[in-house]
């Protein structure tokens, strides 16, 4: 589902009033009712914000003889509802067939539940007028076999139910999942940006811990992908990543920023992530990267790092941008080394 579905409605009055105006009549020309959803649709028309929306509701619906209900759920499912479930296909499409698969199975059992209502109903009657013995016997065995088929109807339900609330718990299985993969770095096996992001603004959360924040950056990274190939480049960030992820505890957080960027939170004070940081940088250098084809050694890797500790009352891009100038004056005093902002 891209962005061309995502239709939104943030008009003042004067314009959401003009595009009343505009949009109950071409409605009233077609025969469509006016309900929330239709309505929805042919104001998100009269928008002129989404071309595609607007092809497929005048292709659909020419003419005053075209409306059709199911079409038009269709439509205000993809172009609203969709955007609201989760973003995995996958997710939308289970959710779906589990909303159909309920909204069948409620009213299948709610149609034999009425059914049997009207039987006793009939019953009541009959006994109340009748001392027929075979009349009333036959009745009773009628009311007998719709019990059982109530019964049926019952527990086939019940079982639908349980069939659904087994699909739901996979359904919150894989979207935890897909939410987790969301956060990892595919190529070094360590959170993201994205991860990074949540957990700093988590770990500034909690004023009573000190917070620190180291920026690294691998030194001369450009010339080892012009010199040894992108490849090889990608393999020195996964053994990088890869001892960044030995790391990762309670207290420390490891991430790659971005590109050949990797940052670390440690809620620590700072003479405690100052040593952290010079044990990350000579660990770091101490690499010996051979080429698989063959098996020489490439030159040695080293990092800069970037320190600092949060400051009470700054906002998180102030707390980012000293640990990056840090990183910055790292390089320009020679590289391979930690700076204090």
Not at 158 to 174: F, G, M, P, T, V
Not at 202 to 230: I, V, W
Not at 268 to 287: C, K, M, N
């Amino acid at each position: 589902m891209g962005n061309e579905h995502i239709v939104d409605f943030r008009d003042d009055l004067v314009t959401a009033s003009n595009y009343l105006r505009l949009a109950v009549p071409m409605m009233v020309q077609r025969g469509i009712p006016p309900t929330p959803y239709n309505y929805a649709l042919w104001y998100a028309h009269v928008q002129n914000g989404h071309p595609e929306l607007s092809q497929k509701l005048l292709a659909e619906f020419a003419d005053e003889d075209s409306y059709d209900p199911r079409k038009s759920e269709a439509l205000f499912f993809e172009y609203f509802v969709k955007h609201y479930l989760p973003q995995s296909p996958q997710a939308q499409d289970l959710i779906a067939s589990l909303v159909a698969q309920l909204a069948r199975s409620v009213s299948r059992n709610l149609q034999g539940t009425q059914t049997y209502g009207a039987s006793l109903r009939d019953a009541i009657e009959i006994f109340e007028q009748s001392v027929d013995p075979l009349q009333i016997r036959a009745l009773v065995g009628k009311l007998l076999t719709e019990t059982r088929d109530l019964e049926g109807l019952t527990q086939t339900f019940q079982n639908e139910l349980k069939a659904a609330s087994d699909r739901i718990e996979q359904l919150k299985n894989e979207l935890a999942e897909s939410e987790r993969r969301a956060r990892i770095d595919p190529l070094t096996k360590i959170p993201n940006r994205r991860g990074f992001d949540e957990a700093i603004a988590q770990a500034l959360s909690a004023e009573d811990e000190p917070t620190c924040l180291m920026l690294m950056d691998l030194d001369h990274f450009k010339r080892l992908n012009d010199t040894y190939g992108h490849q090889m480049g990608d393999r020195v960030l996964q053994i990088v990543g890869g001892v960044l992820g030995k790391l990762q505890s309670d207290r420390i957080f490891v991430a790659r920023y971005g590109g050949e960027e990797f940052a670390v939170i440690i809620n620590d004070e700072l003479e405690g992530a100052q040593v952290l940081a010079e044990q990350i940088r000579r660990q770091i250098a101490a690499l010996q990267i051979k080429r698989k084809s063959t098996h020489d050694t490439i030159g040695k890797i080293t990092v800069s790092i970037g320190l600092t500790r949060f400051r009470p009352g700054e906002s998180v891009e102030t707390f980012i941008e000293r640990a990056d100038q840090g990183l910055y004056r790292a390089k320009q005093d020679g590289r391979n080394r930690v700076v204090i902002a």
